[in-house]
């Protein structure tokens, strides 16, 4: 049977409880959200639920600051619409440049960065030179939120001879990344994660987060089955078990997903509240 709208508070209130992840409330707060979430209850609203819609529904004017610079088109030319760009500050993923190595051969001299990547109760590392960065650069600027992107850090000669120039260099390059990684619609393009070969969970968790941000509704129920299907196979449930990610996937269970990813949500929050008690 339909719960009273008070009963719709209680779960509102739960499911920030275990969002928040306070000590002290919960394991009360998670009871409380499995019964009506796993139960027989059904929210009668579901706009508590979903606070990306009501921001989005707004009819105040956007800030002008936060408006893309302008774009001129020649007579007749239409012009492309531009994607919304969204921060991603709580995104599960930290990637750093921890050293740098100078070879030098016959032909010149070779800068290898070594990077490590941290995802959700997982760590990689990886070497790459900066004409691969050049090229992780070319590929995302050709996109069509390229024009948000920060400047490469540029290839100065002179930094093989100095090596406070190199140690600025790798400082560069490792901001860089970081933007990146806090880069909505960078995030859920192919294109890092083919640069960074990270696992599929971490690439799943790190969009589904993304996705959140950006309010890509569609997105978000596409990453939460794809979640669950690494989980199913691989395993790695506990390494799901963020705030973050329990808030996403509640969006998704009680938004306006389809019937496949609110299943895929149900199954993978009634794993992950069941291994956090």
Known sequence: TPLAGEGDALVEEAAADVARG???????????????????GVPTSQAAF??????????????SSSAPPPQFVTPGQQEAPRPMVTLVPDVPLSVRITRFDVQRSL???????????????????IVRKFS?????????????FGYSLQALPQDSLFSLFSNAMLVRQ??????????????????????LWEWLQVDEL???VARLVAARAAMSY????????????????????????????LSALKDVLLGAATSAAQGAAARLLEQLLSRSR
Do not use: N
């Open 107 to 125: 032909i010149g001299m070779e800068i290898y960065y070594t990077i490590e990547v941290d995802g959700p109760g997982a760590r990689d590392s």
């Open 202 to 204: 971490t690439q799943f």
């Open 50 to 63: 979903w606070p990306h819609a009501s921001a989005a529904s707004s009819s105040q004017p956007a800030s």
């Open 170 to 191: 790798k400082d560069q390059l490792d901001a860089y990344l970081s933007c990146l990684c806090s880069h909505s619609q960078v995030l859920l393009d192919d294109v």
């Open 22 to 40: 306070l000590p002290q409330e919960q394991e009360q707060a998670q009871v409380l959200l499995e019964e009506v979430v796993f139960g027989d």
């Open 218 to 245: 569609d997105e978000m129920g596409h990453y939460t089955q794809c979640l669950e299907e690494v989980v199913v196979v691989r395993g790695g449930s506990h390494r799901c078990i963020q705030p973050v990610v």
């Open 132 to 144: 691969q960065f050049r090229e992780l650069h070319a590929s995302l600027i050709s996109k069509p």
